[in-house]
Every structure is written in structure tokens, then in C-alpha cells.
């Protein structure tokens, strides 16, 4: 059964920085994507970040680039994703997931984990 648990969203003053952390269990990392959307008040589920669990290979928004970093630590069953240069369009509540294969949309991930809030002040 796989199972996703993540936390570590809280409250910064814009231009700082928070790290997202995701429980995993019920899969195996190198065999599946792993990745981080989120969803902002009135807007859609978008994609952040994603990784192959096979290679490490990453995949990142354009709004989020150079800020964000995603990573893994199998032995572990984490996932992370260490996020730099908070700015006010970064408030969202943050959701791990995985699937076995890359899709843009989120309607197309198979399993999820609950959101974890970050709300971003100027």
C-alpha cells in the first residue's frame, strides 16, 4: 500500500526559507516518480518539482527554478524539497506525490499524501 505523509510548511517572511519533508512508504523509489505540486487560494493544482527515482533526474517549474531543489533519501523513505528566496506567490498548500510514470497533469499521479500549508508574508 503506498502512503505519503508530509509536513514542514509553516509561516516565513518572504525571502527566507522552509524545507518540505514526505514520509514514504509502499514503493520502491528507484522504480517510481517522485514529486511536489501545490495549490494556491483560488488557483489549480500545479506541478513544482519531480524526480526519476531511477536515475535522480530533475525536472523543475519555471517559477520555482534555481530556488527549489527536490531530493530523496531511499534509505530513509524521504523525500524532500528544499525551498530558497520564499516570495509571496510561493503561499500554497504543498502536496507530495508519486507515480510510476511523469504527467503534467495532476489528475493523472496516482498517489498522494495530505498538503502541507506555507504561507509566504512581505
Known amino acids: 500500500e503506498v502512503q505519503l505523509q508530509a509536513s514542514g510548511g509553516g509561516s516565513v517572511q518572504a525571502g527566507g526559507s522552509l524545507r518540505l519533508s514526505c514520509v514514504a512508504s509502499g514503493f520502491n523509489f528507484e522504480q517510481y516518480i517522485i514529486g511536489w505540486f501545490r495549490q494556491a487560494p483560488g488557483k489549480e493544482r500545479e506541478g513544482v518539482s519531480c524526480?526519476?527515482?531511477?536515475?535522480?533526474?530533475?525536472v523543475y517549474a519555471d517559477s520555482v527554478e534555481g530556488r527549489f531543489t527536490i531530493s530523496s533519501d531511499s534509505a530513509k523513505n524521504m523525500i524532500y524539497l528544499q525551498m530558497n528566496s520564499l516570495n509571496d506567490e510561493d503561499t500554497a498548500v504543498y502536496y507530495c506525490a508519486t507515480n510510476d510514470a511523469v504527467y503534467s497533469d495532476p489528475l493523472m499521479w496516482d498517489y498522494w499524501g495530505q498538503g502541507t500549508k506555507v504561507t509566504v508574508s512581505s
Open positions: 524526480m526519476d527515482g531511477y536515475d535522480g533526474r530533475t
